[in-house]
């Protein structure tokens, strides 16, 4: 197995009386000796109690928290913190010196969020100005956005549904253009596999005549409204790459002829005749 050190284990401590099926709440410390026997592990490097909401849950849960420290003194432990579920909790645990750590809910629509962004957010900068890890969780909603191009969309700030996309191209082939040629971008923001791979399915529905698969150009440099997007939102190189050795090969399964580094066409199409007999 890997050395212990190369990766982190983190868990948390629930103590309300509802929530699980057991009635019993032990102590954080009968807690904490199960999950090292269950994780067969020496030490966890984060325990969070979970779901504070009231804004004095550190009162309320003093025993607990000293509790952990103690764990923490002995090496059992080796940060200890909390995961919040209210902007109260959120201001308690950027004023409690105890914290080391913070699960925030927290994502650029405000969705499953403990409040409105403009209340969240600065709750969030004052956790990290006080020197305490943030840890950012419902990053995607609950997977609400992982599967949805519009969203993608959305963030550049071009909505084009399918529908429209659809109604245009039958349109033109109506007008008598019989030859139709569609751009598809990848590493756009928030985009992964997922929604990129729902978007070529849609393409080859299309039945274009050709497709131009370019990969999004991030430039603010140049380009100064491209200010506006989160570059943490993009994927990184691996990610650029694995996206665009996906697309390429649904395309090319779907019956589509690789021509060059980023354009495909169909097997009758004059270019990819072209590309065949020179």
């Known amino acids: 197995g890997k050395p212990r ?10 103590w309300r009386e509802k929530g699980l099926p057991e009635s019993e709440r032990p102590d954080a410390d009968v807690a904490v000796k199960r999950y090292l026997k269950e994780l067969k592990t020496d030490y966890i490097d984060l325990v969070q109690m979970h779901c504070m909401m009231e804004p004095d849950w550190p009162k309320k849960l003093r025993k607990q ?5 103690d764990l923490k ?4 432990i080796r940060a200890h913190g909390v995961s919040c579920h209210s ?3 959120l201001e308690a645990a950027a004023a409690e010196p105890w914290v080391d750590v913070v699960h925030a809910r927290i994502n650029p629509f405000g969705k499953y969020m403990d409040g409105p962004p403009d209340k969240v957010v600065p709750a969030v900068k004052k ?7 943030v840890i950012a969780i419902k990053v995607i909603g609950c ?3 992982r599967d949805d191009p519009e969203k993608v969309q959305e963030a550049i700030n071009r909505p084009q549904s399918f529908e429209l996309t659809r109604d245009v191209v039958e349109q033109m082939r109506g007008a008598g253009v019989h030859s139709i040629n569609l751009d598809v971008l990848y590493g756009l923001p928030f985009q992964t596999d997922r929604p990129l791979n729902k978007t070529i399915e849609q393409v080859v529905l299309l039945k274009p005549d050709r497709v131009a698969l370019f ?4 430039v603010p440099w140049m380009k100064k409204h491209q200010n506006l997007i989160d570059e943490k939102q993009l994927a990184d190189i691996n990610g650029r790459f694995s996206q665009a050795q996906m697309a390429a090969q649904l395309l090319v399964n779907a019956g589509f002829v690789r021509i060059g580094l980023d354009h495909f066409a169909r097997f009758d199409d004059a270019l990819a ?4 007999t020179g």
């Open 273 to 276: 005749v072209a590309a065949r």
């Open 87 to 89: 902007v109260e909790g």
């Open 127 to 133: 956790i990290h100005a006080a020197g305490k890890g």
């Open 73 to 76: 003194r002995k090496g059992l």
């Open 5 to 14: 050190e190369s990766y982190t284990l983190v868990s948390k401590y629930w």
């Open 143 to 145: 997977g609400t956005y």
């Open 65 to 69: 928290m000293d509790i952990l420290e």
């Open 215 to 218: 990969g999004y150009a991030h």
